[in-house]
């Protein structure tokens, strides 16, 4: 213990060779870059999709940015933390969204949506789609993106939440004609900017954001105020070389405050939708587990009305590799690099074997949720908002009440 | 003396969960615990958690993706 302890203060102070986390790391992100160039060679919509997928698992895992816990949080502890980064995210991201919008539909009364904003139709399967997902991310200890880092970061379970995600997903792929029959086909796409205007649209959206943000001080006051979490000293710096060590620690080894990771992460949303089209990844997810169900002659039947619609719907067949398939994987890689170099790469295998049906019961219950609703805590919410469409906010309404009955059973399950 | 609580391989937010009722669950005369954690986020939510109770935390690094967080009663508030 006293040895590694030894070793961790050593590279803190920046003294001898580069510590095994720093090789690790340098390997890691030696095969992430290898695997760019060969992507660009083929296509380079895959490389470009690979950069960003390795960019925004390295944002979440070294900013520990979870959206279960965002919203869990606020019931079970009282702490806005992972709120008001996710907050920061979606008030940058619908700035950024709203000018490029402004610039697809520059007249937004005339009837034309968005061609790749996520205005999905809202309606009752939002609504439970955004109960089922609240509940399931917080009995699996986080969403899909926070399952998707965690299984870079070595967490046995959040692999199980994912075997849970794809099967849920398939269910939801096999009942989708049921749901577009009763409730998609019918329900509106709301998209403010036609009703409000560009500039007005944006207002109100801000406006909201503005309101929660004191929703969430106002929670963090009543439980009884939140102090900073302790951090260790920053050593003296004397040299430029000292100050880019600093610097380095910052980046690479410690936990980024959380503001600076959602800032980041609303911004790479903005430059990904400028690039082609907003962060989601369900669609993909759901894709590999229809396949999987193809091979043994369980395929999903073709879904009505699915190719119109945009964002994280679930997509039927898009040949074996696709550009979403370099996002998802590039994820996975992204945050276990940012995990090695911080030395935060553990095998962690819970304890009670409870853990591993509530991983995958939550993971299903995600799944069936993220399908019917059209996307996940990223596509459904964190891309819908800034959209600045209604379904954003009609699911993140009803993902915070399913996010509450979460709590009600993880408390039972000790 | 001091009572220590193991979360190592707990998933989300069971290491808080099982940190603030140990804490709950102290005698007025336990001054002190300790948490072993290999959960980051945990590094972020306890303190707050702790200090509502009445607790100050100071995070030890032990390397290998593991903390030790010493959690102390503080003395005003005891």
């Known amino acids: 213990m006293t040895t590694r302890a030894a070793r961790v203060h050593a590279d803190a102070l920046g003294a001898g060779a580069p510590s095994r986390d720093v090789l690790r790391a340098l390997?890691?992100?030696?095969?992430?870059?290898?695997?760019?160039?060969?992507?660009?060679?083929?296509?380079?919509?895959?490389?470009?999709?690979?950069?960003f997928g390795l960019a925004f698992g390295f944002v979440l895992q070294r900013g520990r940015f979870c959206f279960a816990s965002a919203f869990r949080?606020?019931?079970?502890?009282?702490?806005?933390?992972?709120?008001?980064?996710?907050?920061?995210?979606?008030?940058?991201?619908?700035?950024?969204?709203?000018?490029?919008?402004?610039?697809?539909?520059?007249?937004?009364?005339?009837g034309f949506l968005p061609p790749t904003a996520n205005v999905l139709p809202a309606g009752v399967h939002t609504a439970l789609g955004g109960v089922l997902f609240g509940v399931g991310m917080v009995l699996a200890g986080g969403c899909v993106s926070g399952s998707l880092y965690r299984m870079g970061e070595g967490y046995v379970a959040s692999w199980v939440a994912f075997a849970g995600l794809m099967g849920g997903l398939l269910v939801s792929s096999y009942t989708w004609n049921w749901w577009w029959e009763a409730s998609m086909s019918t329900a509106p796409q709301v998209w403010l900017p036609r009703s409000l205007g560009h500039s007005g649209a944006l207002i109100v959206t801000l406006l909201a954001l503005g309101a929660v943000f004191i929703g969430v001080l106002w929670i963090e006051h009543r439980a009884g105020g939140v102090v900073p979490a302790p951090r260790t000293a920053d050593e003296v710096s004397?040299?430029?070389?000292?100050?880019?060590?600093?610097?380095?620690?910052?980046?690479?080894?410690?936990?980024?405050?959380?503001?600076?990771?959602?800032?980041?992460?609303?911004?790479l949303n903005v430059l990904l939708f400028t690039a082609q089209e907003p962060w989601g990844f369900t669609g993909e997810v759901a894709r590999w587990s229809a396949e999987l169900a193809g091979l043994v002659g369980a395929a999903p039947p073709p879904l009505l009305g699915a190719s119109d619609l945009p964002g994280c719907v679930i997509v039927v067949s898009d040949g074996i590799?696709?550009?979403?398939?370099?996002?998802?994987?590039?994820?996975?890689?992204?945050?276990?690099?940012?995990?090695?170099?911080?030395?935060?790469?553990?095998?962690?295998?819970p304890a009670q074997p409870v853990r591993y049906a509530q991983s995958l019961s939550g993971g299903v219950l995600m799944g069936y949720g993220a399908g019917i609703a059209m996307g996940c805590t990223i596509g459904a919410f964190f891309s819908s908002v800034p959209s600045l469409a209604i379904n954003g906010w009609v699911f993140a309404v009803f993902l915070a009440v399913g996010a509450w009955i979460g709590t009600l059973i993880i408390r039972r399950i000790a | 003396m001091t009572k220590t609580l193991d979360v190592r391989g707990e998933i989300c937010p069971y290491p808080m969960m099982r940190t603030v009722s140990a804490l709950k669950k102290l005698s007025a005369g336990e001054r002190t615990l300790e948490v072993v954690t290999d959960h980051a986020p945990a590094l972020d939510t306890i303190p707050t958690q702790a200090s509502r109770l009445g607790f100050e935390t100071a995070v030890e690094e032990v390397g290998?993706?593991?903390?030790?967080?010493?959690?102390?009663?503080?003395?005003?508030?005891?």
Request: glycine share 12%.
């Open chain 1, 27 to 51: 390997a890691a992100w030696t095969v992430a870059a290898l695997v760019l160039l060969m992507a660009y060679r083929v296509d380079t919509q895959f490389a470009r999709f690979w950069a």
């Open chain 1, 321 to 349: 590799v696709n550009h979403m398939t370099f996002l998802v994987v590039g994820m996975w890689v992204g945050s276990f690099a940012g995990a090695l170099g911080a030395g935060e790469f553990k095998v962690r295998v």
């Open chain 2, 64 to 78: 290998g993706s593991e903390w030790r967080l010493v959690l102390t009663r503080k003395r005003e508030a005891s």
């Open chain 1, 238 to 267: 004397d040299s430029v070389a000292a100050d880019l060590r600093a610097l380095g620690r910052r980046v690479f080894v410690r936990g980024w405050p959380i503001l600076i990771a959602g800032a980041v992460l609303g911004g």
């Open chain 1, 73 to 110: 949080d606020l019931f079970l502890l009282g702490h806005g933390r992972n709120m008001k980064g996710v907050l920061l995210g979606l008030v940058i991201a619908s700035i950024g969204f709203a000018i490029v919008m402004a610039r697809q539909v520059p007249i937004a009364d005339l």
